[in-house]
């Protein structure tokens, strides 16, 4: 079965920095895409960043550029999610999704795969 862990997540001050990772199992998806979303409390998920392992290419989103930085390891089927200077709006649930495909408009709906998520506190 396909299985896809977050780790890395936890409480950290403002201005901190995280660093997660999601670890893929039963698939490979290096043809395809992995991505993270998040989604605070009461908030619909939001897409954060992803990387297009065919294309070699990495996005994230205008609210977390400059801060945060996404890359991976193909060959280990695992995408990182740097984070710093983290504000107290970053509080969510983090999610990693994982596509076989090339994922085109960085929807929630085109990922097939989710893990279960980590959560990321920040503090003031």
């Known amino acids: 079965q396909v299985q896809l862990v977050e780790s890395g997540g936890g409480l950290v001050q403002a201005g901190g920095s995280l660093r997660l990772s999601c670890a893929a199992s039963?698939?490979?998806?290096?043809?395809?895409?992995m991505g993270w979303f998040r989604q605070a409390p009461g908030k619909e998920r939001e897409f954060v960043a992803d990387i297009r392992w065919s294309a070699g290419s990495t996005y994230v989103a205008d609210f977390v550029k400059g801060r945060f930085t996404i890359s991976g390891d193909n060959a280990k089927n695992t995408a990182y999610l740097q984070m710093n200077s983290l504000k107290p709006e970053d509080t969510a649930v983090y999610y990693c999704a994982a596509s076989e495909r090339y994922v085109y408009r960085r929807s929630p709906n085109d990922y097939a795969y989710w893990g279960q998520g980590t959560q990321v506190t920040v503090s003031s």
């Open positions: 039963g698939r490979t998806f290096s043809t395809g895409t």
